[in-house]
């Protein structure tokens, strides 16, 4: 975050100069057009005046530098958001199945066989297992799988 807000000083300080060169763009090409300054003196404001639209140039360049160094941290940052939500999501799909076992047999019913057993608690684990290993298995198989560490942004 502290390079970033550098490079948006850097180029606050560029656009200040760009703005601070345009003036004396348009002054010397009024110098150069006037008949009465002489024919060396015109040689010589042509070429300061090449050399500052060159830096102009240059100075343009740096800015659009200092833009696309901008977005590719905005985008580098949208990545690695975008990664951390779908690991989050995986994490929830994952668990989801107990979740759901655990809702339906968690609501107290009389008539549930199954909780009267004594298997019932090696039950649940093995269907929440089974149901758990088939969404990894589905999910692995047809989904993205896990977000790499370092992907191409």
Known sequence: SRGLRRIH?????????????????????????DDAICPGVTLYLRD???????????????????????????????????????????????FLPAQFLTGLWGMNFVDMPELQKSWGYEMFWI???VMTFSLLVLFFCFGRGLPRR????
């Open 127 to 129: 269907i929440a297992g």
């Open 9 to 33: 000083q850097i180029r606050q300080n560029l656009e200040s100069v760009c703005r601070a060169i345009k003036p004396f763009v348009s002054v010397l090409t009024h110098v150069i057009e």
């Open 48 to 94: 300061v005046l090449d050399d500052l639209e060159c830096s102009d140039d240059d100075l343009r360049q740096l800015i659009d530098d200092c833009k696309a160094v901008d977005a590719d941290a905005d985008k580098f940052q949208d990545n690695q958001m975008n990664r951390t939500l779908y690991l989050l999501t995986v994490i929830s799909a994952i």
């Open 150 to 153: 370092h992907e191409d942004y």
